[in-house]
T-cell receptor, first 113, second 114 residues
Framework: EADIYQTPRYLVIGTGKKITLECSQT?????MYWYQQDPGMELHLIHY???????EKGDLSSESTVSRIRTEHFPLTLESARPSHTSQYLC????????????FGPGTRLTVL | KNQVEQSPQSLIILEGKNCTLQ??????????LRWYKQDTGRGPVSLTI?????NTKSNGRYTATLDADTKQSSLHITASQLSDSASYIC?????????????FGRGTQLTVWP
């Protein structure tokens, strides 16, 4: 079982609210990722980080933002949630380089009404 | 275009039976291929990983095969159990970037009935 945690697990919120999805890992991994996954669909990379103070946008355009102030913490923020943001958000991490596997958190299921 | 296609989309089998899931990919240059298991409401968990030179890898009742020439992989599950009910995702990594870019299939939803 990987030591990567996400909170909250489920979130139902109204349109226009600001939300932050938390992700933390205790494995000392440098690389961290945020994915968005809709039911029956593939995972889409929305943000990633090579390490502290590094953040990059992924393949899928997202209105969310991320920060990486500490190695173990990679929160995702939506300034103004909309129904189109309803989805499952998965955080993952891996060690630098090689073919090392990405370890995934349990995900946050976000519903915006 | 780099893609990963999985079949079937869904599968129902009886407990104790075997099954095989398929994955075709067009990712290039190829680095490795992983099979992940994703339980409902959970994050994916890695089952196997294979590089270009490996053509089979086992993890308990799970056996993955890779044909790098035809760009096909399969995941065979032996003596299925109720706990095998999950989505099985094929993930291919390219070696063309330092990010270790991953390409995800949509998964095969497996249901095991008692």
């Amino acid at each position: 079982e990987a030591d990567i945690y996400q909170t909250p697990r489920y979130l139902v919120i109204g349109t226009g609210k600001k939300i932050t999805l938390e992700c933390s890992q205790t494995m000392g991994h440098d690389k961290m990722y945020w994915y968005q996954q809709d039911p029956g669909m593939e995972l889409h990379l929305i943000h990633y980080s090579y390490g502290v103070n590094s953040t990059e946008k992924g393949d899928l355009s997202s209105e969310s933002t991320v920060s990486r102030i500490r190695t173990e913490h990679f929160p995702l923020t939506l300034e103004s949630a909309r129904p189109s943001h309803t989805s499952q958000y998965l955080c993952a991490s891996k060690v630098q380089g090689g073919t090392d596997t990405q370890y995934f958190g349990p995900g946050t299921r976000l519903t915006v009404l | 275009k780099n893609q990963v296609e999985q079949s079937p989309q869904s599968l129902i089998i009886l407990e104790g039976k075997n099954c095989t899931l398929q994955c075709n990919y067009t990712v290039s240059p190829f680095s490795n291929l992983r099979w992940y298991k994703q339980d409902t409401g959970r994050g994916p968990v890695s089952l196997t990983i294979m590089t270009f030179s490996e053509n089979t890898k086992s993890n308990g009742r799970y056996t993955a095969t890779l044909d790098a020439d035809t760009k096909q992989s399969s995941l065979h599950i032996t003596a299925s159990q109720l706990s095998d009910s999950a989505s099985y995702i094929c993930v291919v990594s390219d070696r063309g970037s330092t990010l270790g870019r991953l390409y995800f299939g949509r998964g095969t939803q497996l249901t095991v009935w008692p």
